[in-house]
């Protein structure tokens, strides 16, 4: 994996610096992609550089992009799959919390998760089995037994025809948490789990670019990963990529969240 994983690092770092410079210029456009959801040009720019840089190195692979429509989401073959700007509304309005994420599959597993966040220039990466790291240093999650210690994360989609269910969980676990945030990117959430600035994160539906290179982080720095809420059907997704009422959290506050989530 070594290879892989350093192209990995190469193409998150070269795309990061990319749609850093583009938004420290200025010279980035708006506009709404299916009449709701934020798109910037930097997105677009990002995504070209890491498929023509994974074309070059490795032209065989199959690749999964949220800014290139893809109908197959089979990951036994070779496939990357990418989000070139995870956090395109903080993008687009000056704020630090996004990135790009870049994960890497084959046999049905993701085993390559790198995401980088050019504004704080922190890239955090992890190879299955081998453990999670932020620039190169080991992390892990933070230790606790309690939902009442614990920073909680969550995020919102662009539709918003469920409103209710979403104002439900939270009310349902804010008397509970020491505090609640919204910070706008799945793929840092789950990283900052991994490294213990959150204790737990859950969301009702990611797509698998959101997803698949943060989960892998939070998983080898400790994180038990799951879903609440939710029954699997036979035609779902791979589990690596499933994101319908995903979270992921501190191992001691799993079940406790789970279950107050579910109402239980």
């Excluded at 990418?82 to 630090?96: E, M, Q, W």
């Excluded at 890239?123 to 009442?148: D, M, Q, R, W, Y």
């Excluded at 020491?178 to 213990?196: E, H, I, N, P, Q």
């Amino acid at each position: 994996m070594t290879e892989t994983l350093d192209h990995a690092i190469r193409i998150a770092t070269l795309a990061g610096a990319t749609i850093k410079k583009m938004r420290e210029e200025h010279a980035f456009t708006e506009q709404l992609k299916y009449g709701l959801e934020l798109l910037t040009s930097a997105d677009i720019t990002s995504n070209d550089l890491i498929i023509s840089e994974i074309k070059r190195a490795y032209p065989t692979h199959h690749i999964i992009s949220e800014e290139s429509p893809n109908d197959s989401f089979s990951i036994d073959e070779p496939t990357w799959i990418i989000d070139p700007i995870d956090g395109t509304v903080s993008y687009a309005n000056g704020h630090y919390h996004a990135c790009v994420s870049i994960a890497y599959a084959e046999h049905g597993h993701v085993v390559i998760g790198v995401v980088y966040c050019p504004f704080v220039d922190e890239l955090f990466h992890a190879v299955k089995g081998a453990g999670s790291f932020l620039n190169g240093k080991p992390i892990h999650v933070k230790e606790v037994t309690n939902l009442s210690e614990c920073l909680v994360a969550t995020g919102f989609p662009y539709v918003r025809d469920n409103v209710p269910e979403l104002t439900t969980y939270i009310a349902r676990i804010l008397p509970r948490i020491r505090d609640l945030r919204r910070l706008g990117s799945a793929a840092l959430d789950y990283c900052w789990v991994a490294c213990g600035r959150l204790q737990a994160y859950y969301e009702g539906s990611l797509s698998p670019w959101d997803m698949a290179a943060g989960r892998l982080i939070a998983i080898e720095a400790g994180a038990t990963v799951g879903h609440y809420n939710y029954q699997r059907m036979p035609d779902d997704l791979p589990e690596e990529i499933l994101g319908k009422h995903i979270i992921a959290t501190s191992p001691g506050v799993y079940a406790q969240l789970v279950h107050t989530l579910e109402g239980r």
